[in-house]
Each structure stands twice: as C-alpha cells, then as structure tokens.
C-alpha cells in the first residue's frame, strides 16, 4: 500500500488572526479507504482540530462535499485508490460560506434558495385536506420524472461547478432548476407557466445558464442537468406565448 499525502486546506474564520493556508498530512492508504475514513484518521491521530462534515456516509445527506484534487464531489463516496498519484488535495467547497476548514454551510443556501424559488407545492386549497378523500392518482412515467429530480441531496458540487454561478451571485443554478423543476412537472402544484416564468424565466434563471456543464459533470446523483435545463428553457419560452 502506498503512503499518501494530503493537502488540506485550514482556515477558520472564527478564530483572530488566523489566516488560509495548506497544511500537509502523510497516511498509510489502507484498502477500500475513502477520503471519509482518511479524513477521520487524520482527525484522530494527527489534527484534532480538524473541520470537516459528514452524516450518512453513504452518499445520502450531501454534507460531506468538498473539491478534492480539484473536483466538487462527496468524500464518503471517493475512494483513495480512484487516483493514480499518492497526493491528494482537499479544499471546502466554493461559492458557499466557509464554517471552517472543510466545513461550509450549504444548510443555509439551501434554505434560502427553497424560499427564494418557492420549492413546495403551491395550492390554495391544500387546507382543506379531508381524510376520507382519495388521493388522486398520478401517472407512474410522470412519477417517475418527479421521483428523478428528487434524488437531489442538495450537496452543492453543482453550485460550485459552475463558472456562471462563479460569476453572477444571484443564479439559481443547477440546483435552483432541478428544485423548481420538479414542481412545475407536478400536476397537484397549481401555479401556472406565467408563475414559474417569474422566478425562472429570466438571466438569473434558465436564460442565465451557459451549457458549461460543470453541474452535471460533478453531480454525485448523475442528474441529467443538460436535459433538465433544456426542458425548463422551451417551458419558459413557451410560456411567453
Ligand atoms: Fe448535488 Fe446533483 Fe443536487 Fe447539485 S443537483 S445539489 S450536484 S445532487
Ligand atoms: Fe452552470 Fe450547469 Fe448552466 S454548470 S452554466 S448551470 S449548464
Ligand atoms: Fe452523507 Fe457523504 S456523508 S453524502
């Protein structure tokens, strides 16, 4: 097994005077190890102080997405050996306010891209619910469609892909669409094409996006972002008919 050196960027913006550097770390590689397990061992024995996150360790929550060796991806889910090189470099996720270290808090933005595009079914009547209705029924390909964009675990790898988002801090992104996506697929979420026009059609919105496809290039989920987009553009161009 190889030795492995790690570069780990430190910072935290907490402490006074403390100021971003990259610090070096030597590990044995052991098998099957991932940056998960490597970033808890240097935790334990070599930097207490360490800041990183995980949850699920199975590719589930997001929480653990940080740019190793130069790409947005999830740390549980990437192993040590998927690189040829023995050095491997970790810096926190772009384009996301820095907790420390490793840490951002992507909780935030999230939340607050929910509020801004309205990413929950909108009915003016879903307080009448009556227990002894039935539910109304949904065709299974169309479920199917919702049920493809819900696998996003909102880790942020597409937000900090993305040159536009780079560039233009008020872009919803790729997560942006694939959040409102899903609800103007969904027949029980009553806003019409004009309602989603305002929050999407505009440059800050699909008209905004490039085609860089860094956000489907980086997406853990495979999400098919190119597609997605695509679809919103010819919705939102319809709409102004
Ligand atoms: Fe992560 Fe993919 Fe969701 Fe973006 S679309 S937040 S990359 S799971
Ligand atoms: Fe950005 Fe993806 Fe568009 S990387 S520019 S949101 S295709
Ligand atoms: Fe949950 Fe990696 S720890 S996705």
Same mark, same amino acid.
């Given at each position: +097994?190889?030795?492995?050196?790690f570069?780990?960027?430190?910072?935290?913006?907490?402490?006074?005077?403390?100021?971003?550097?990259?610090?070096?770390?030597?590990?044995?590689?052991?098998?099957?190890?991932?940056?998960?397990?490597?970033?808890?061992?240097?935790?334990?024995?070599?930097a207490?102080?360490?800041?990183?996150?995980? $949850?699920?360790?199975?590719?589930?929550?997001?929480?653990?997405?940080? $740019?190793?060796?130069?790409?947005?991806?999830?740390?549980?889910?990437?192993?040590?050996?998927?690189?040829?090189?023995?050095?491997?470099?970790?810096?926190?996720?772009?384009?996301?306010?820095?907790?420390?270290?490793?840490? $951002?808090?992507?909780?935030?933005?999230?939340?607050? /891209?929910s509020?801004?595009?309205?990413?929950?079914?909108?009915?003016?009547?879903?307080?009448n619910?009556?227990?002894?209705?039935?539910?109304?029924? +949904?065709?299974p390909?169309?479920?199917?469609?919702?049920?493809?964009?819900?696998?996003c675990?909102? *880790?942020?790898?597409?937000?900090?892909?993305?040159?536009?988002?780079?560039?233009?801090?008020?872009f919803?992104?790729?997560?942006?669409?694939?959040k /409102?996506?899903?609800?103007?697929l969904?027949?029980?979420?009553?806003?019409?094409?004009?309602?989603?026009?305002?929050?999407?059609?505009?440059?800050?919105g699909?008209?905004?996006?490039?085609?860089? /496809?860094?956000?489907?290039?980086? *997406?853990?989920?495979? /999400?098919?972002?190119?597609?997605?987009?695509?679809?919103?553009?010819?919705?939102m161009?319809?709409a102004?008919?």
């Open positions: +097994m190889r030795k492995l050196v570069h780990i960027f430190r910072y935290d913006p907490q402490l006074e005077g403390d100021k971003p550097r990259m610090q070096r770390f030597e590990l044995n590689e052991t098998e099957g190890m991932s940056i998960f397990i490597a970033l808890n061992k240097i935790r334990a024995e070599q207490p102080d360490l800041k990183f996150d995980f $949850v699920c360790r199975a590719g589930i929550c997001g929480s653990c997405a940080m $740019v190793i060796n130069g790409m947005p991806t999830l740390a549980c889910r990437t192993l040590t050996s998927t690189f040829d090189t023995p050095e491997i470099t970790l810096h926190p996720l772009p384009g996301f306010e820095l907790i420390g270290d490793l840490s $951002v808090n992507t909780g935030k933005f999230m939340r607050a /891209l509020e801004r595009v309205g990413s929950w079914i909108h009915d003016e009547n879903a307080n619910i009556s227990i002894d209705k039935l539910e109304e029924r +949904m065709e390909a169309l479920a199917e469609q919702i049920y493809e964009l819900d696998r675990i909102e *880790c942020g790898c597409c937000v900090s892909a993305c040159a536009t988002k780079a560039m233009k801090e008020d919803i992104g790729a997560v942006g669409m694939i /409102l996506g899903k609800f103007e969904d027949p029980r979420d009553k806003r019409t094409s004009k309602d989603f026009y305002q929050v999407l059609g505009n440059e800050d699909v008209f905004g996006c490039m085609t860089l /496809l860094g956000c489907q290039d980086s *997406c853990p989920k495979d /999400l098919n972002h190119q597609t997605q987009i695509a679809y919103l553009r010819r919705k161009l319809m102004l008919n």
